[in-house]
């Protein structure tokens, strides 16, 4: 079976990375990381471990789906880059606010050493109902930098929602059904 280590440096990542300036719930990182797939391989003299068809991770609140997770890493078995792919993959965590984040992207990368997210193709990152679409959307851990690309053919865009629309938005959320 093959560690769990790369799995969880990919959640700790993304559960900052997607979360547009407010900080996932802390509890979740103290949760049990679960992993289901159709298939797991590994290779260890080349550093890759492969997660495909139907991969679910989860981890308290914050929960991925994609159609493959790939975990390299290098020569000193360190990880380093972690991918996650699909049509799309997607990513959705609670947030401290107690608003929901979501992201997407047919390419969910993450780069260990520059601390990097790159969301690509169809990408889109959204909380409490702002938005940011676009080709590209990277993102820096420590920096809390957020550069979006369009394509020649589409701009990205971007949606701000005003403070009273978010408020009346989560009011009607916890009203009884």
């Known amino acids: 079976m093959p560690s769990m280590k790369p799995v969880k440096h990919l959640l700790t990542s993304l ?10 719930l802390d509890s979740d990182i103290n949760q049990p990381v679960d992993v289901k797939s159709d298939h797991s391989n590994a290779d260890i003299q080349k550093g890759v471990l492969v997660y495909s ?5 989860s981890q308290g ?6 159609d493959e997770l790939q975990a390299k890493t290098n020569d000193k078995k360190v990880l380093k ?7 799309p993959a997607t990513y959705e ?5 107690g608003k929901l984040a979501k992201a997407e992207a047919n390419e969910i990368r ?11 193709g ?10 940011v679409t676009g080709d590209i959307i990277r993102y820096d851990l420590d920096k809390q930098q957020l550069d979006a690309q369009g394509t020649k053919d589409q701009q990205i865009t971007t949606t701000f929602q005003p403070a009273a629309a978010e408020k009346k938005s989560s009011e009607s959320e916890n009203e009884p059904q």
Do not use: F, H, P
């Open 122 to 131: 169809g990408a889109q990152m959204s909380q409490a109902g702002s938005l």
């Open 81 to 87: 880059v972690l991918i996650a792919t699909g049509n």
């Open 110 to 120: 993450y780069d260990v050493a520059q601390r990097t997210l790159t969301l690509s």
């Open 15 to 24: 559960l900052l990375a997607t979360s547009l300036g407010v900080s996932a």
């Open 93 to 97: 965590q609670m947030m401290e606010n």
């Open 61 to 66: 609140t914050m929960l991925i789906k994609a």
């Open 53 to 57: 068809g139907r991969v679910r991770i």
